[in-house]
């Protein structure tokens, strides 16, 4: 027939192979729009987890805060870093599940362990003519997220329990502040303080110290460590990861 012998031409050839292509193209759609639906699905479940368990968590202090007045100019805030910070972190890893969509999310205990050097010296090395209003000094620890806070943060300082509440406002953060109005600006300071976290994707630790070591352990087998820092040891496992960090003052490049 005609129509036989114009498929045997190379006009008809090429139409043909088009043709075919077109087709094939009908399911090929079908099939990205699906992978597409449930990407978009898997990402909603992955918000919804996060929302309400908690994102990527970064935890700077503890840092002392001081307000001080300077004669002829407006008041301020001074902030003052520990001289030492030792912070030892135990993640224990598990999933949540929305519909067929898992996620694995975490729960950190943080110990906070260190030292102030005598506030007062701290100040008149940075400017002698400050006036500081040692009655309004506040301890705060900045967190990303307060609701994820899951255990009643416990604080001591000089061995002595201590109060916690939200804020940090004053400094410009935001997180846990615990009101020092009875602090004696020419003794060092020392403090322990435990936090438990909820978190997922990610948790960030700052070295806000003079000298900072960090040591974390979990049982889960697939960290990747990223960060300005390193760990100066660490050991991977399907059992888990034990990683150390040791960062001194000049390390951080402050």
Sequence with gaps: SAG???????????????????????????????????AEARNAAAA???????????????LLTVPYTESGKADGQLVIAPDLLQITARVDVESRRRGIFERPVYRTRL??????RAPDAEVRAHKAALQPVWARAQLVVALNDLRTVDEAPQLALNRKDHDLSAGGRPAGLRGLQ??????DPKQPLEFSLTLVLRGSEQLQLTPVARQTTARMQSAWPHAAF???????EHHSARSGFDAQWNIPDLARGL
């Design 111 to 116: 110990q906070l362990q260190g030292r102030f």
């Design 48 to 62: 919804d987890i996060t929302k309400h368990w908690g994102g990527a968590q970064d935890v700077a202090g503890p």
């Design 178 to 183: 615990a009101e020092l109005a009875t602090l």
């Design 4 to 38: 036989t012998q114009f498929l045997r031409t190379p006009m008809g050839r090429i139409l043909l192979v088009s043709a075919i292509i077109l087709l094939l193209q009908i399911p090929a759609c079908a099939v990205r729009q699906i992978a597409a639906e449930r």
């Design 226 to 232: 990223q960060g300005n820092w390193l760990p100066r």
